[in-house]
């Protein structure tokens, strides 16, 4: 949404407010989106934001918290008439108020569960049995489901029945005697099916699901490689537990590339917005891999004094050592990024970590020859000493071998060891290359040279 176009709802929901012509405003308010109610909120003080969500519709006021921070939506409900507060989860999502609950203090949360519908109640606790980053975690419990035997005509007065309480009526889940999921049917199919016809001979029993126990990153990852718009979630013995849907996926989605960015730049990710984190929760999520980088590049100048007499008795060579570094990190980068990402899609995993090797050999060997060719030409026009070319060019070679390798194959260790793949991000590949391309350069400078 355009900021011009809010700035226009809140200079007409700020006249109505100091006119306190609260009729007008609720009828205002009902046409706008719940996105743009958010919005509005976050443009007021307190008293203010207290009527507009008085004033809104129930259904509209809840989806609209959902776009608000955790905090800021239990300041809301526990501020607002009580009543209010009470309509208002009783038209959130299960998995919303789950969410809530587990993001805020114990003590918070037993204020909330307190205005929540009793009939949820149970099921809202079920959902806080899961981790919030899994795929029960995110799941949601607003679905529809029918038994195998029943017949279309029994699903459509099912469906009537239950269908205006649940969110997600896209599609009917079948389920036999004890819950197994065992078929899907859409709505469209539903209405145009021979009203007598049994479920189970119409219904697709080739369905795709999520264990409740996966990564919400594979649940992502899933609905993304089948362009799914909802994702059964079924527990270990395949019985359905809930459903995940685009729009939760989305905000999934959005968290891992968020923390895996925050990775890539050697930092902790962050659990809330740049400008809302304090100046030690800045501090504290990057001194740590500062720190760890900076003992481990010092091992770059234990390697330099230990070769003192290499470049004491040629300090040409010193001219080299800034870009042979930044060329291994910068090839060592590129083959880490390409492969994080290949398994953040799923497009690679740690079984072709053969392949991957074999691949990266090959590749960083064909590009160690074209950079070995220029780089031994510049090295001779800069000292002069077809030597010093061949001392650069075999080295630019070995170590773009060695740091692509590098860079491909840590990823996939750390996926091994249960690691996120994002960990071994630019700074510490290139701090790594760093030292390997030092060890390497002086060693073969010693070899052409003759040095003792």
């Given at each position: 949404m355009e900021q011009r176009n809010i700035d226009f709802f809140r200079g007409t929901v700020e006249d109505m407010l100091e006119a306190r012509n609260y009729e007008a405003l609720r009828d205002y308010l009902s046409e706008l989106h719940p996105y743009e109610i958010a919005s509005l909120l976050e443009e007021f003080e307190e008293p203010e934001q207290i009527t507009i969500l008085s004033l809104t519709p129930p259904e509209t006021a809840a989806e609209a918290l959902e776009h608000l921070d955790y905090d800021d939506q239990y300041r809301l409900l526990d501020?607002?008439?009580?009543?209010?507060?009470?309509?208002i989860l009783a038209a959130m999502g299960r998995d919303a108020i789950a969410d809530l609950l587990m993001a805020i203090h114990p003590n918070k949360a037993q204020q909330i569960m307190a205005m929540v519908p009793e009939e949820d109640?149970?099921?809202?606790?079920?959902?806080?049995?899961?981790p919030e980053d899994s795929a029960g975690g995110i799941m949601s419990l607003d679905y529809i489901q029918a038994r195998e035997y029943w017949t279309i005509e029994q699903v459509i007065r099912h469906f009537r029945k239950v269908g205006q309480k649940q969110s997600i009526a896209n599609y009917i889940?079948?389920?036999?005697?004890?819950?197994?999921?065992?078929?899907?049917?859409?709505l469209k199919e539903l209405l145009l099916n021979d009203p007598?016809?049994?479920?189970?001979?119409?219904?697709?029993?080739n369905?795709?699901?999520?264990?409740?126990?996966?990564?919400?990153?594979e649940a992502a990852r899933v609905m993304s490689q089948y362009d799914l718009m909802i994702l059964p979630v079924v527990n270990g013995q395949g019985r359905l537990v809930g459903v995940i849907t685009a729009d939760d996926i989305m905000d999934v989605i959005e968290e891992e590339d968020t923390e895996d960015i925050h990775r890539l730049g050697g930092s902790q990710p962050l659990e809330l917005p740049y400008?809302?984190?304090?100046?030690?929760?800045?501090?504290?999520?990057?001194?740590?891999?500062?720190?760890?980088?900076?003992v481990v590049q010092a091992v770059t100048s234990n390697i330099l004094k230990y070769y003192e007499n290499v470049l004491s008795s040629v300090v040409t060579l010193a001219f080299f050592i800034?870009?042979?570094?930044?060329?291994?990190?910068?090839?060592?980068?590129?083959?880490?990024?390409?492969?994080?990402?290949?398994?953040?899609?799923?497009?690679?995993t740690v079984k072709d970590i053969a392949v991957i090797l074999f691949k990266e050999l090959r590749v960083s060997g064909l590009i160690g020859i074209v950079m070995g060719f220029i780089g031994y030409f510049f090295a001779w026009a800069i000292s002069g000493s077809a030597t010093i070319g061949m001392i650069v060019a075999c080295t630019l070679i070995v170590v773009l071998i060695m740091s692509s390798?590098?860079?491909?194959?840590?990823?996939?260790?750390?996926?091994?060891?249960?690691?996120?793949?994002a960990v071994f991000s630019a700074p510490f590949i290139t701090t790594v290359v760093d030292i390997t391309a030092l060890t390497v350069y002086f060693n073969i400078a010693i070899r052409l040279l003759n040095i003792d």
């Open positions: 501020h607002s008439d009580k009543a209010v507060a009470e309509a109640l149970e099921s809202i606790k079920y959902l806080m049995t899961y889940y079948i389920v036999d005697a004890i819950g197994k999921l065992v078929g899907v049917l859409s007598k016809s049994l479920v189970s001979d119409v219904m697709h029993k369905i795709i699901t999520v264990l409740a126990t996966a990564d919400q990153e400008l809302e984190s304090s100046l030690m929760t800045l501090f504290s999520k990057r001194i740590g891999w500062l720190v760890f980088l900076f800034p870009l042979l570094a930044d060329v291994g990190g910068n090839s060592g980068t590129q083959a880490s990024s390409l492969i994080i990402r290949a398994l953040a899609l799923g497009e690679v390798t590098i860079g491909a194959i840590l990823p996939i260790l750390g996926r091994m060891c249960r690691v996120d793949p």
